[in-house]
């Protein structure tokens, strides 16, 4: 024993100062030694997956753990050559055999919680991840890794207490970066702004920062200072199609429009036909020729983006969901279910399809100096999605709520107030524009039995075609097909009778055309119907400072203007699989 132990000091040694090879080269000779020495094969399998040598690491830590069965970290660290390898499976075998040994091994908890926020099985992740922040609360690799699954798994208001304890340990540029993302989709952009110049500083030549302050430059209405960074990084030689195509969005109606739109035509003639990066590129490519009034190339450009989008909408399910959704909520069973006791009238719901007009209603409401707008939050959903862990269900149908007590409606009432709290202390009223929140109106009566509810409607060709012109998050994924388009607005339009029909005044009626065409009359009939008296800065919403952060970016930034009215007319030629499916809508 006595030869093996100089070798394995002077391995650990050269492995302290960085000296992977010389540690590798150490490590060997001892194992010449004593071959069946289970630390010295151990410690060569680390020392190669620092290498990232996953084959050869694996079949080292194989050999360690067949000497020592017992032993947790070499069982881990075979999990991560495994998972390096792209053999997720038995890497998740590996890191559950290793917290089964030592239920304290913190890397391991951490480690298995990554290796399953990879495979997008976020709820699942949050439960490793939250073991390793409980046993090592100082840890910020291990709360920033829980904060993502929170974030992806539930929604972003219930990650955002995790995001800030990891800056709270680590003002890291990651760290900050994570935290400001968090606070751009909850729309408090001035806070991620700040964050985005603080990791900007901490590390220069990152293009991602970037990128990403130029973004929140963007929803703050400084269009121009983020085209400043967007342009010298979208013109450059082998400029990435991501870049580009934010550049060239951007700089539509610009004097850049000239630059971005050349940018943008190399980047395409650059791109695979059918390849991921083409999907902003077509959509940008869509919006130039619009402009140029070249409707049917436009349409081709829309129609080419969406086609390389997931085609995973089923409209069967999507039917069938909606009729579950009526079913749980006839009159007879809502009669009969509980109500929470929480009459608060702060929170107001914009409700509808996106692109319906939202974000302008919300502008409007939010100038009024005791209202807050807070974007599209995620809340509402996230709560919903919990009712089975809540009430002890297996399915997902809103038919649980004939299990709901008082108690339960509360505590849902108080988790939604208390996020919304986070976002608008001061208000008296916070506007949250989540479109599809109409599919949860049901759990909103009950639940918040003061809000207000505003069912915000606009022509239904023009809605579906926004919808598809625009690059909408993969959960929408009814939108990459005039079909798919067609099905959604159905099943939108009869649930939102449903809740009409159900819930009579509570549901506030407004319409995009007439917000366009008397702004002031329609601004004070819901200002009024919120429970607010009239203030003349909601017509100011086009000068107002603030953050947005939808598609609508640029829009709301501008005085009404009527252009956006009919829009579908220009594509009439193209949509007539739209226009069948919808026709009796009309």
Not at 95 to 115: H, N, Q, Y
Not at 267 to 285: D, E, G, K
Not at 377 to 405: I, N
């Amino acid at each position: 024993m006595s030869r093996i132990i100089p070798l394995l000091t002077q391995a650990a040694r050269l492995r302290g100062a960085g000296d992977l090879a010389g540690a590798e080269r150490f490590l060997r000779q001892a194992l010449q030694v004593e071959g069946s020495h289970a630390g010295a094969v151990h410690q060569l399998g680390e020392v190669l997956l620092s290498q990232r040598r996953a084959a050869e690491a694996l079949q080292a830590l194989t050999h360690a753990v067949r000497l020592r069965p017992d032993h947790a970290t070499s069982h881990a660290d075979r999990g991560l050559a495994l998972a390096a390898l792209s053999r997720p499976a038995e890497a998740e075998a590996a890191l559950r055999t290793a917290v089964s040994i030592d239920p304290r091994l913190t890397r391991a908890w951490l480690e298995l919680g990554l290796l399953l926020t990879t495979q997008r099985r976020y709820a699942a992740a949050m439960d490793p991840l939250g073991r390793a922040v409980a046993l090592s609360p100082r840890d910020a690799e291990a709360r920033l890794a829980l904060a993502n699954a929170v974030s992806l798994g539930t929604c972003r208001t219930a990650a955002l207490p995790h995001f800030r304890g990891a800056v709270g340990l680590t003002r890291s540029a990651r760290a900050l970066a994570s935290l400001a993302e968090c606070l751009m989709g909850l729309n408090q952009i001035d806070e991620a702004f700040a964050l985005f110049e603080e990791a900007a500083g901490l590390d220069p030549g990152d293009v991602g920062l970037r990128i990403a302050r130029a973004r929140a430059l963007e929803s703050l209405g400084r269009r121009e200072e983020a085209l400043a960074i967007f342009e010298p990084l979208a013109t450059q030689a082998g400029a990435t199609p991501g870049v580009v195509s934010q550049f060239a969005t951007s700089a539509r109606g610009t004097d850049r429009a000239g630059v971005a739109r050349a940018a943008l035509d190399r980047a395409i003639a650059r791109a695979a036909p059918t390849s991921p990066a083409m999907v902003s590129l077509q959509f940008a490519l869509g919006g130039y020729l619009e402009d140029d009034a070249e409707y049917a190339r436009a349409f081709e450009a829309y129609r080419i983006a969406n086609s390389l989008l997931p085609q995973t909408f089923n409209a069967r399910a999507a039917a069938a969901q909606t009729d579950d959704i009526i079913n749980a909520f006839t009159p007879e069973r809502f009669a009969a279910l509980a109500r929470s006791g929480r009459n608060d009238r702060t929170p107001v719901f914009i409700v509808g399809m996106p692109r319906s007009g939202t974000t302008l209603l919300e502008r409007i409401l939010g100038g009024h100096p005791r209202a807050a707008g807070v974007g599209e939050l995620d809340t509402m959903p996230m709560l919903a999605l919990s009712l089975p862990t809540r009430l002890g269900g297996t399915s997902q149908s809103y038919r649980l709520l004939e299990r709901a007590t008082r108690e339960h409606m509360d505590a849902i009432a108080d988790e939604y107030l208390a996020s919304i709290r986070a976002l608008g202390p001061q208000a008296e009223r916070v506007v949250d524009k989540m479109p599809h929140n109409f599919m949860h109106v049901g759990l909103i009566a009950l639940s918040l039995p003061g809000a207000s509810i505003i069912h915000n409607r606009r022509h239904p060709l023009d809605t579906c075609l926004s919808c598809f012109t625009t690059w909408l998050p993969a959960s929408h994924d009814y939108a990459v097909s005039l079909a798919g388009l067609a099905a959604a607005y159905r099943d939108y339009h009869r649930l939102m009778a449903h809740w009409t029909a159900l819930l009579g005044d509570r549901i506030i009626d407004a319409r995009y055309e007439d917000v366009v065409a008397d702004t002031e009359g329609s601004a004070r009939r819901v200002i009024g119907a919120i429970g607010l008296e009239w203030d003349d800065r909601c017509l100011a919403f086009h000068q107002r400072a603030g953050a947005v952060s939808t598609a609508s970016v640029h829009q709301v930034r501008k005085p009404i203007y009527a252009t956006s009215k009919n829009r579908w007319k220009n594509f009439e030629p193209f949509i007539g699989e739209l226009i069948e499916g919808l026709r009796d809508l009309l």
